[in-house]
């Protein structure tokens, strides 16, 4: 009898996980569909409508629910419900964003107008201005993803402005790697890896031109040698080209970003291309380096090497995300699903009733001092957390016969 219990007992175990992962995940999902109001505001006389046709133009008028913005991280966003959506096997995630861009973009001339008579403070103006890849390389992810179900003339138009700008005019150094001009003259983000790489990544699998799988790989390996820190195997989150040095920071959600890039490009590059290896020991090797670094709660922290600094969401979703992804795909060893198993049970223990995710770090720009990391506000349900917690939560279902018994292993 004793031989049947444990057995069963993990059975069983692992079955209320995986039950448990479902219900979480739709309980956050479900909670964005239900906050995304597909209308806009006047914010100065009240006034809501679901169309501006016919509306006089006026800057006051704007997507009433943050995630009807044009803003690169409900690109994240789009990519965590489609991903859902093919697991769970549940069609209104994907209606859900095909509904989304199509709100956006149905729209769009109302608020281009304003854009073209000079008023930059106009609702979409990323979409118009396409001058970062914060505008445009997140979003356009997302939009083909999207793209796959409605082939719009409108959609393939501005994706390819966004492919002319990512590979022929951001900013970026003398061997080709994309930077920015703030806060210094040519200085290397780690984010843009993220806004550039997984849409060059899926643009690759489109017949027609290479390029885009080589600029891709490019950017990988240039980060890499870049701001890849061998003494903690994290990342720094940027390098000043003006002083040949990186900075102080080695932050969570840029190393997130980093690894969901590496993900994303791995995911979409063909089987069977030459840089393959290279790219997974790569990926291994930033997995390996950030596994260091998991708090004994499951979770990373802002600065991923201050363990006095705050434990943060987001990062722990994407490392989650990163890990079984990794495991699902047979990239890496399956015994490193654990790190993933810890990181995704401390998240969902984290989630409120009502689907709501806190101690998400707001947005955050460069700075040269570490005090400026430490400091920055946390959220609750802050949408650079949501879409890498869906995305997460995809592979922890896909994961579910990876799954091992960690009471054993405490």
């Avoid at 995986?18 to 964005?32: K, S």
């Avoid at 679901?50 to 966003?77: M, P």
């Avoid at 201005?129 to 501005?158: E, H, N, Q, T, W």
Wanted: proline share 3%; net charge positive; glycine share 6%.
């Amino acid at each position: 009898m004793k031989r049947l219990f444990a057995p069963f007992l993990f059975l069983s175990s692992t079955l209320f996980a995986q039950t448990n992962t479902e219900d979480v995940v739709r309980r956050v999902a479900d909670r964005i569909l239900q906050t995304t109001f597909f209308q806009f505001v006047n914010n100065k006389t009240g006034e809501k409508f679901r169309s501006t046709k016919g509306k006089d133009t006026t800057n006051n008028v704007k997507a009433e629910s943050k995630f009807n913005k044009g803003q690169y991280v409900n690109g994240v966003l789009t990519v965590g419900m489609l991903r859902i959506s093919d697991v769970l096997n549940d069609a209104k995630y994907l209606d859900y964003s095909r509904r989304n861009f199509g709100f956006i973009f149905d729209n769009l001339d109302y608020f281009k107008r304003m854009f073209d008579a000079g008023n930059n403070g106009v609702e979409y103006r990323p979409v118009f201005r396409i001058g970062s890849l914060d505008d445009c390389g997140s979003m356009s992810a997302g939009l083909l993803d999207v793209y796959a179900f409605d082939k719009r003339k409108d959609y393939l138009d501005y994706l390819n402005r966004v492919s002319d700008y990512i590979l022929n005019k951001q900013v970026r150094f003398p061997d080709g790697t994309l930077a920015r001009n703030g806060p210094r003259k040519m200085t290397l983000w780690a984010d843009d890896l993220y806004m550039s790489v997984p849409y060059l990544a899926r643009m690759g699998k489109l017949p027609g031109d290479k390029k885009y799988f080589d600029f891709a790989i490019q950017q990988v390996e240039n980060f890499n040698r870049y701001i890849y820190d061998s003494t903690t195997g994290l990342y720094f989150h940027t390098f000043f080209n003006d002083e040949n040095m990186n900075g102080v920071a080695r932050w969570g959600r840029c190393n997130g970003w980093v690894a969901l890039a590496q993900v994303e490009l791995l995911n979409n590059l063909p089987a069977n291309h030459p840089k393959r290896p290279e790219l997974t020991k790569l990926l291994l090797r930033q997995i390996v380096g950030f596994s260091r670094y998991q708090d004994t709660s499951g979770m990373w922290h802002q600065l991923l090497d201050k363990p006095e600094s705050y434990l943060e969401s987001s990062v722990t979703a994407m490392y989650v995300y990163t890990v079984a992804k990794a495991v699902n795909e047979g990239w890496i060893n399956k015994r490193f699903i654990t790190v993933a198993q810890r990181g995704w049970d401390a998240l969902v223990k984290r989630v409120t009733a009502d689907g709501q995710i806190p101690d998400i770090c707001v947005g955050t720009s460069v700075e040269e001092d570490l005090s400026y990391y430490f400091n920055r506000p946390r959220e609750t349900n802050d949408t650079h957390g949501l879409g890498a917690f869906l995305m997460a939560g995809a592979e922890m279902i896909k994961a579910k016969d990876k799954l091992v018994d960690l009471s054993k292993r405490r």
